[in-house]
């Protein structure tokens, strides 16, 4: 059973750029959320996706985007990059059952993204 | 949407003695409520968590009591051990799909 994999595991970019960061679910998982986790804080959440689909958002702009593929993988997108987006980007991934929640959230180790 | 508060931010107790965390939720929907520890720079993981159906839940030294009507939540480790020093964070969702996380608190178990 592998667990959930992220990419790259540090980043560095300038303001208004875009960055791109990458979760590989845990096997037999189909549900991946994203965390934001600024700096002795705790994770917030920006959105959840299923079966390729967002299915929840927390409160953060229309400039923070995502994609699930069909293998479950994931993706997040920031766009327009302010200096404040400087944090750790967690994905949990979890098993949703037909008509239920999800289950238990594993995380991956993160991306520090560094915006200067 | 839904609000976690975490009390205290920062915890140092001896070695031996035990520790307790305490979160408030807003929603009285929600019904999951997990506890993660963080040890620094690593990736929080999951340690116990409750549902709402239940009232106390033990593992070992780690137990979890929650109180619907308040809606409030606990997590005590008994024993402590310097291994123990890390991150807490609990959480709670409707079931998972929009899990909102407390601000932590920082356990120091002291030798």
């Known amino acids: 059973e592998t667990g959930v994999t992220q990419s790259p595991t540090h980043l560095i970019k300038t303001r208004g750029q875009q960055v791109t960061l990458r979760c590989s679910s845990q096997?037999?998982?189909?549900?991946v959320s994203w965390y934001q986790q600024a700096l002795g804080q705790g994770p917030q959440f920006i959105f959840q996706?299923?079966?390729?689909?967002?299915?929840g958002r927390g409160n953060f702009p229309p400039r923070f985007s995502g994609l699930q593929f069909p293998n479950y993988s994931s993706e997040l997108n920031v766009n327009a990059l302010e200096l404040d987006d400087s944090a750790l980007y967690l994905c949990?991934?979890?098993?949703?059952?037909?008509?239920?929640?999800?289950?238990?959230?594993?995380f991956g180790s993160g991306t520090q993204l560094s915006v200067l | 949407g839904e609000n976690v508060e975490q009390h205290p931010s920062t915890l140092s107790v001896q070695e031996g003695d035990s520790a307790v965390i305490k979160c408030t939720y807003s929603?009285?929907?929600?019904?999951?409520f997990p506890w993660y520890k963080q040890e620094l720079g690593k990736r929080p993981q999951l340690i116990i968590d409750?549902?709402?159906?239940?009232g106390e839940k033990k593992d070992q030294r780690i137990a979890v009591t929650l109180n619907k009507t308040a809606k409030h939540f606990s997590l005590h480790i008994t024993e402590t051990q310097p291994e123990d020093s890390a991150v807490y964070f609990c959480?709670?969702?409707?079931?998972?799909?929009?899990?909102?996380f407390g601000a932590g608190t920082r356990l120091t178990v002291k030798p």
């Open positions: 409750i549902r709402s159906n239940v």
């Open positions: 949990a991934s979890s098993l949703k059952a037909m008509g239920k929640g999800s289950e238990k959230l594993f």
């Open positions: 959480a709670a969702s409707r079931n998972n799909n929009d899990m909102r």
């Open positions: 996706y299923y079966r390729e689909e967002e299915n």
């Open positions: 929603d009285s929907a929600s019904n999951y």
């Open positions: 096997s037999g998982h189909n549900t």
